[in-house]
Structure formats: C-alpha cells, structure tokens
Nanobody, 115 residues
Framework: VQLQASGGGLVQAGGSLRLSCAASGSIGSINAVGWYRQAPGKQRELVARIITDGGSTVYADSVKGRFTISRDNAKNTVYLHANSLKPEDTAVYYC?????????WGQGTLVTVSS
C-alpha cells in the first residue's frame, strides 16, 4: 500500500481546507485510514479515523464539530474536511492506513493557520 497526502497550505483563521489521502496498491488489506498531525515540539496525535468496512468514524475532541473525515471508494481516497480552522490546528498532517499486519504512513502535508 502507498499513500499520497495532499491539500495542505496557508489559510487564515476561520478558513477551510480539504486534505486528500489517495491510496494505491493492496487497497483491500486496509482496515481503517486515519489522519494524524504533529505540531512543532509536540507528539503526533490522532485527528480522525474512518473504518473502511462500514464507515464508522472517531475524532479527537479538539476537532469535533469542525473536521469531517470521509471516503470515496471509487477514487480510493480519504478526505479530511477541516473547517473553522484555528492557529492551534497548525501542524504537519499525515494519513495512515491500518492493516492487520501493520500501519503504512503517507508523507505529511503542512497546514498553517494564521491568526
């Protein structure tokens, strides 16, 4: 499995971005896809995760009501719709595919929210 993340950028506080995570390879082996983020000097944290079978989702408390994770099976892509962005959302965002025998990480995409 290979993951390609995109969609980061510079946005003003209150703005929106849509991050994309396109998967290729052994798609059928993926159980879940998650978006994580890592701010400077902080540990990487889970932002949102979606189960591929059934589509159930989980969100970090800090993004509930502002971010939405979704998937487009036809495009093998998982999206993170980030709305009402705050400066504290500034981080490198990574997507990860969870499989029975390990996690595959994509490269990060930088999100910068200016105040």
């Amino acid at each position: 499995v290979q993951l390609q993340a995109s969609g980061g950028g510079l946005v003003q506080a209150g703005g929106s971005l849509r991050l994309s995570c396109a998967a290729s390879g052994s798609i059928g082996s993926i159980n879940a896809v998650g978006w994580y983020r890592q701010a400077p000097g902080k540990q990487r944290e889970l932002v949102a995760r979606i189960i591929t079978d059934g589509g159930s989702t989980v969100y970090a408390d800090s993004v509930k009501g502002r971010f939405t994770i979704s998937r487009d099976n036809a495009k093998n892509t998982v999206y993170l719709h980030a709305n009402s962005l705050k400066p504290e959302d500034t981080a490198v965002y990574y997507c990860a595919a969870v499989r029975a025998f390990g996690v595959v990480w994509g490269q990060g995409t930088l999100v910068t929210v200016s105040s």
